[in-house]
């Protein structure tokens, strides 16, 4: 089976840095994605790592460790509108396919 | 057009309704998914279409009958449903099934079943 695990709750000023961790177990993986939700809003997709590393797109970054079975979503420069659920998402292959399986997510407010 | 729409926004129906939720997209993605959310929880993928084929039924009960009419386009259709069956419903598309790690998602369908 599959299973990712990521705090339910984090808080942080603005202007300050927040990350936010993902632990996984699964069989045939292929990657970690990263996908943003406002209340009442669609999930956007953040990021992707595929290879051991840190990946960069503005404030944000996210880093894999695939021999840790590990990632984290790294936000720089926290705003206000930072402040939404964020999940990651194990890539995998199986029998039936590519399936993208979400982590429970993590709530972030973002205080003044 | 980057963008997943998704109609009706709202939709309440009682449990011997039908009724039939849509979504488009116009990006020429290859790739079609349906997902239900819970409030405060992750998306569960229901259904993936694959080329206007369905490649992915996660044991979804009958009562939930997803349609792919072309490639823009995907439905799903509702009929005795259940109250436990209320939940936002996403759809999402990508540009093919394999490596599907950035699906773009619609708005959603909050639906309530009275």
């Known amino acids: 089976g599959q299973s990712l695990e990521q705090p339910s709750e984090v808080t942080a000023v603005e202007g300050a840095i927040v990350q936010i961790n993902c632990t996984y177990q699964?069989?045939?993986?292929?990657?970690l994605s990263w996908y943003q939700q406002h209340d009442g809003g669609a999930p956007t997709f953040l990021s992707y790592?595929?290879?051991?590393g840190l990946e960069e797109t503005g404030r944000f970054s996210s880093f894999l460790s695939r021999s840790d079975s590990y990632g984290y979503l790294l936000l720089q420069e926290l705003q206000m509108k930072d402040s939404a659920s964020y999940f990651c998402?194990?890539?995998?292959?199986?029998?039936?396919?590519?399936?993208?399986?979400f982590g429970k997510g993590t709530s972030l407010l973002v205080t003044p | 057009d980057t963008e997943v729409t998704q109609t009706p926004k709202h939709l309440v129906m009682g449990m011997t309704n039908k009724k039939s939720l849509k979504c488009e997209q116009h990006?020429?993605?290859?790739?079609m998914y349906w997902y239900k959310q819970k409030a405060k929880k992750p998306p569960e993928l229901m259904f993936v279409?694959?080329?206007?084929?369905?490649?992915i039924n996660e044991s979804v009960p009958s009562r939930f009958s997803p349609e792919c009419p072309n490639s823009s386009l995907l439905n799903l259709h509702l009929h005795a449903l259940q109250p436990e069956d209320s939940a936002l419903y996403l759809c999402?598309?990508?540009?093919?099934?394999?490596?599907?790690?950035?699906?773009?998602f619609g708005p959603g369908t909050r639906l309530t079943v009275t």
């Open positions: 999402a598309s990508s540009h093919g099934r394999d490596l599907n790690y950035e699906q773009y």
């Open positions: 699964t069989s045939g993986f292929y990657g």
């Open positions: 790592n595929a290879l051991d």
């Open positions: 998402a194990v890539l995998s292959n199986s029998n039936s396919g590519y399936a993208l399986n």
């Open positions: 990006m020429g993605h290859r790739a």
């Open positions: 279409y694959s080329y206007e084929k369905l490649s």
